[in-house]
């Protein structure tokens, strides 16, 4: 597969597995005190899909998991600022949500998720990134539990994608744009 210009790997599928086997760890200790049944793991479609299920399975939990579609991107470097939601998450009422996503860039998808699923009475959202990209938004949301605080860069691979393609690359990479 061809890849873009100035890219380089900025994590590889090693790092990434151990990482996630370490949040995993954080999230089992987080709800270890609470009723499972109250609780729901929501993952953000498309890009969380690989981080989602890695982190599903070594959380060994028996809790609800489902995914909502949700684009700000399409095939932009840049957040258009308008936040689609393309599943109805009218019914998700759980007590408690994990919402889980790839990445936190501009913090506007998640924040956009959040309110939405606190308008429908859920009472606590724990949020989970994989990559924050921190200096860029400048703390605007602090994630319970992340993976690692990246630069200001285009990242790709292991579900992140640049224009539809390569969301199945086992590594992050990182190009300049
Ligand atoms: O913090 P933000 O600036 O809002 O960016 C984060 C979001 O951007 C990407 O989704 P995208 O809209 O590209 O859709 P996709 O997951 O289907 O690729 C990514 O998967 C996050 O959900
Ligand atoms: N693939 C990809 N999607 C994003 N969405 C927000 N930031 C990014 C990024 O750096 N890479």
Request: hydrophobic fraction near 40%; charge should be negative.
């Amino acid at each position: 597969m061809k890849l873009p210009p100035n890219s380089s790997v900025l994590f590889d599928s090693q790092t990434i597995r151990s990482r996630i086997l370490e949040i995993a760890e954080k999230v089992r200790q987080y709800y270890a005190s609470c009723d499972l049944g109250e609780i729901e793991m929501v993952w953000i479609a498309e890009g969380a899909r690989h981080f989602a299920d890695a982190l599903f399975n070594a959380m060994n939990l028996s809790i609800k998991m489902r995914s909502i579609k949700v684009s700000s991107y399409g095939k932009s470097f840049e957040s258009s600022g308008d936040v689609k939601i393309y599943d109805s998450i009218n019914d998700i009422k759980a007590r408690r949500v994990l919402l889980v996503d790839d990445i936190l860039d501009t913090g506007l998808t998640a924040k956009t998720v959040i309110a939405k699923l606190k308008s429908n009475g859920v009472e606590e959202v724990k949020t989970c990134f994989l990559l924050n990209k921190a200096e860029k938004n400048k703390g605007c949301l602090k994630p319970d539990f992340e993976g690692f605080e990246i630069p200001d860069k285009y990242v790709f691979g292991f579900g992140l994608d640049i224009a539809g393609e390569y969301r199945d690359l086992p590594d992050i990479m990182a190009f300049d744009y």
